[in-house]
Nanobody, 116 residues
Framework: QVQLVESGGGLAQAGGSLRLSCAAS????????MGWYRQAPGKQRELVAS????????YYVDSVKGRFTISRDIAKNIVYLQMNSLEPEDTAVYYC?????????WGRGTQVTVSS
């Protein structure tokens, strides 16, 4: 089992920044990938960014490329999402995700609201 706890959401103005953190605990040694998803009201949950493997390969959805950065502290089992140049369209609940042995684990989510 893996437990994920997000923090760092909140309210920001357009053009501002926020940093999300996700602390993983439990059987973290065999986690193969971690990522951030988001879900806006009335929309499907979408993958925003992920980081995978020992090489730390990253993926970003097109809408956040150049604005968001995913990183990790392996020793502390924490994944971060640095969000810059925020836009009102980034408003959503952001969920941390971990993949371990084919099973997906989810945090409870943290609200990000960007005002124009």
């Amino acid at each position: 089992q893996v437990q994920l706890v997000e923090s760092g959401g909140g309210l920001a103005q357009a053009g501002g920044s926020l940093r999300l953190s996700c602390a993983a605990s439990g059987n973290t040694v065999t986690i193969s990938a971690m990522g951030w998803y988001r879900q806006a009201p009335g929309k499907q949950r979408e993958l925003v960014a992920s980081i995978r493997g020992t090489g730390g390969h990253t993926y970003y959805v097109d809408s956040v490329k150049g604005r968001f950065t995913i990183s990790r502290d392996i020793a502390k089992n924490i994944v971060y999402l640095q969000m810059n140049s925020l836009e009102p369209e980034d408003t959503a609940v952001y969920y941390c995700n971990a993949e371990r042995m084919g099973i997906q684990y989810w945090g409870r989510g943290t609200q990000v609201t960007v005002s124009s």
